[in-house]
């Protein structure tokens, strides 16, 4: 015993103890918003999963959703009816009811697409479809309709959205099993980012509430290699206007007039995600500053809100998300994690007024003996 704590104190004496256990040798390989001008740059409100009664279950003449998205600030929509593609904004044409919107004198981008729900044998994973006019058949698996839309959509980008409607925290899946967390690996693994670049993790009014959990267990098995981005939308579908401005996403931009910039931001994770009440806004990020001396993240926001909380890895008993800092600064030298996420949130209303950061991936330096 007393050789050893003399070891102990010579460890400390030659500052070598944190070379044994606590070495501060974790560095950033990923920022999604490394390109990010914040103070010259735009963040475009969106929300791309939205749906006018031209879906079977929906209702809200398409017209009159633009309206309501327009006058609420929004940049970018995308009309995401089931397997029918509303596009472009001439609605005249789908029915004497309808009117004709102009995204160019709306300062707003039209995004094609629509929202993949395919009833196959043993149910199929709805899937939102950007800047693709694609529309399944009614037999094909998810994996036909990758295979498909990838063939011949080279612009194309999909979106697993509302996971909680298939994928349960609760379950005890098998390794492979529909709807685990090696199912959607499995796309995530055979399909890049430019393809499939992330997962809708706020739906609505986040009605599932587990979507965010899924996430971080999802990341835990792709980075710091394989980013997947967390989206958010109200998917709207005309219940009532309190189901709109829910739930959203920021994008930055440099040219909001442009769709190409547009699309590259959403693979590059160059936006952020929140959820709120409809008379309410999320806290707003307002900058991410990067010291890669001090190996700090440090992030500003604009707006009161009420605390920052940084998430990595899950609990695997809860299979929750797991809170390993708080604050506007998060230190990663010695931290041990592939990624890093922040939640920024506020109490609001009587419940949490919340918006998300995308991950930073980081890796251990490989000249470490």
Known sequence: MKKLFLAFTALLALGLLAACGEAEDTYLTSNPYETVDWNEQTPVLSNLHVHTDESDCASGLPHDVVDFYHEKGYGALAITDHDLVTYPWTFSDLSDDYEDRDPEALDMLDIVGNEFTVTSGDGYHDIVGLFTDYIPDHEETEQETFENVTADEEDALMIFVHPGRYWEIWEDYEPGDRFSVEWYMDFYETYDVDVLPGIEVFNRNNQYQYDVDLWDQLLTESMPERPIWGFANDDFHGESDDRMHRSYIHVMMEDPSSKEEFRERLIEGAFYASNSNPDDTSP??????????????????????????????????????????????????????????????????????????????????????
Do not use: K, M, N
């Open 284 to 369: 707003l990020l307002a900058g991410v500053e990067v010291d890669e001396t001090e190996r700090t993240i440090t992030l500003s926001v604009d707006g009161e809100y009420t605390g920052i909380e940084w998430y990595s890895g899950y609990d695997e008993e809860t299979g929750s998300g797991q809170q390993v800092g708080e604050g506007e600064t998060f230190e990663y030298a010695a931290f041990e994690g592939d990624y890093v996420r922040a939640r920024i949130y506020r109490e609001a209303f009587g419940r949490h007024a919340e918006t998300l950061t995308q991950p930073f991936g980081f890796i251990e330096d490989p000249d470490r003996d």
